[in-house]
């Protein structure tokens, strides 16, 4: 069965850095392309970054552009988020998300992870 | 941006009623939506996409209907199992979603 396991989260100061990691199984890993999405306590998700099945081709919310980086292991089935200057409302539960193969340009997300938690606070 | 719009935002229903869930998009999304189902501490749950084709292994009490701009997810009659918080979702554009429908007891 699809398994997305995140990890990484944790508490973090204000302008630091922070790692997330999902490691995938169960499926052809290299087929599908993967999100990163988000939800802070209380919200609605919402979505950070893209990342193609191959890796040439990413994109990022306005909200995390220039900060946030995607970046996608084919042979080792790990899809990785890192996340540098944190602000406060970086915090949320981050998710590690699969897209669903479609004819379309993009799809909808069949499989999401258990979640990542990560705290910004000084 | 796509802006996306769920009424209610909340909900009270009783077992076996039929419940109606309303998402609206600011700009045509054809059919590129999606529905999700999410449970405290839990991760969101695809139950339909491309407006109206229901995900593998969830029961045919819901349903979804719409296209362009105007979008509907039916729970036929209501159990136990659904009292949850409801996300519409479009991906004609930069994946957004509604801002929910908390379906709870009344």
């Known amino acids: 069965q699809v398994q997305l396991v995140e990890s990484g989260g944790g508490v973090v100061q204000p302008g630091r850095s922070l790692r997330l990691s999902c490691v995938a199984s169960?499926?052809?890993?290299?087929?599908?392309?993967m999100h990163w999405v988000r939800q802070a306590p209380g919200r609605w998700p919402e979505w950070v970054a893209f990342?193609?099945?191959?890796?040439?081709?990413?994109y990022y919310a306005d909200s995390v552009r220039g900060r946030f980086t995607i970046a996608r292991d084919n042979f080792k089935n790990t899809l990785s988020l890192q996340m540098n200057s944190l602000r406060p409302e970086d915090a949320a539960t981050y998710y590690c998300?699969?897209?669903?193969?479609?004819?379309?340009?993009?799809?909808?997300?069949?499989?999401w992870g258990q979640g990542a938690l990560v705290t910004v606070s000084s | 941006d796509i802006q996306m719009t769920q009424s209610p935002s909340t909900l009270s229903a009783s077992v076996g009623d039929r419940v109606t869930i309303t998402c609206r998009a600011s700009?045509?999304?054809?059919?590129?939506l999606a529905w999700y189902q999410q449970k405290p501490g839990k991760a969101p749950r695809l139950l339909i996409y491309?407006?109206?084709i229901l995900e593998g292994g969830v029961p045919s009490r819901f349903s979804g209907s719409g296209s362009g701009t105007e979008f509907t997810l039916t729970i036929s009659s209501l159990q136990p199992d659904d009292f949850a918080t409801y996300y519409c979702?479009?991906?004609?554009?930069?994946?957004?979603f509604g801002q929910g429908t908390k379906v709870e007891i009344k």
């Open positions: 998300v699969r897209e669903a193969r479609s004819d379309f340009y993009r799809s909808h997300f069949d499989h």
């Open positions: 169960g499926f052809t890993f290299s087929n599908y392309a």
């Open positions: 990342i193609s099945v191959d890796g040439g081709n990413y």
């Open positions: 700009q045509s999304l054809t059919n590129w």
């Open positions: 491309k407006a109206s």
């Open positions: 979702q479009e991906y004609n554009g930069p994946w957004t």
